[in-house]
């Protein structure tokens, strides 16, 4: 079913766009990333959206969070320290803060259809037997790979600067492993596959920057404001 329904399909738009640009599957593997990237982008950005409503939150509170917070730093009662948590979880509760949910349906619906064209690189002959630039799509490339995992790492520390100070220490260690993960996985694969990431970390990476630039103009604060009022 998987391969019926997710994978053909993207082998056979994969190998209908190389055809219309000389059997270069590098660039069709660059538009098709480039297509699943904008369909997703409206997703991504009610995503943006969330965090800098989050954030805003959490700003706004602040003031109240940290003395709750020094409270429990001096003090060494542990049933205090008990009762102070539950202040914690009621001033976020009176203000509609939840900072460990900021929303899942992004990634539930970006993963059968990147798994669905990671499928479709790893088992097409016409991508493993052509090149691109200077490397071979079938063969691993460490150059590229590389570029994969630097992409993903500036993606990451970019779109970290949208979260809420104590999400992004949360999210530190996920900043480290993504590109990490990501070149560990590619470092033994075709090469197709670290251009399909660098490509999509790229545009990620300007989707974050066009999501700063509307949500934090004076519009867009106005509108999140309206939303916390």
């Given amino acids: 079913m998987f391969q019926t329904l997710l994978v053909n399909p993207f082998l056979q738009a ?11 599957y590098g660039i069709s593997i660059i538009i098709i990333t480039l297509i699943i990237r ?3 982008m409206p997703f991504m950005l009610k995503q943006y959206k969330n965090q800098q409503l989050l954030k805003s939150k959490m700003e706004s509170i602040k003031p109240e969070m940290d003395k709750i917070q020094e409270k429990i730093k001096n003090t060494k009662d542990k049933e205090e320290q008990q009762k102070l948590q539950q202040e914690v979880f009621a001033l ?3 203000h509609g803060v939840n900072p460990f949910n900021m929303g ?3 990634l539930l619906i970006q993963m059968p259809i990147l798994m669905g064209l990671y499928y479709a690189i790893r088992g097409s002959h016409e991508i493993a037997t052509h090149s691109f630039l200077w490397f071979s799509l079938g063969q691993p490339n460490l150059g590229i790979t590389l570029i994969a995992g630097i992409v993903y790492y500036i993606q990451f520390k970019v779109t970290q600067q949208s979260m809420p100070v104590a999400q992004q220490n949360q999210m530190k260690i996920m900043g480290l492993l993504s590109p990490i993960m990501i ?3 590619s470092i033994n694969s075709p090469a197709a596959l670290p251009l399909y990431w660098a490509v999509g970390g790229t545009f990620l990476v300007f989707q974050s920057l066009v999501s700063r630039k509307i949500y934090n103009s004076d519009r867009g604060m106005k509108n ?6």
């Fill in 14 to 24: 994969i190998h209908g766009i190389a055809v219309l640009f000389n059997d270069n």
């Fill in 38 to 40: 904008l369909v997703l």
């Fill in 92 to 94: 976020y509760r009176q």
């Fill in 104 to 106: 899942c349906l992004p």
């Fill in 183 to 185: 070149v560990i996985f």
């Fill in 224 to 229: 999140l404001g309206n939303e916390i009022g």
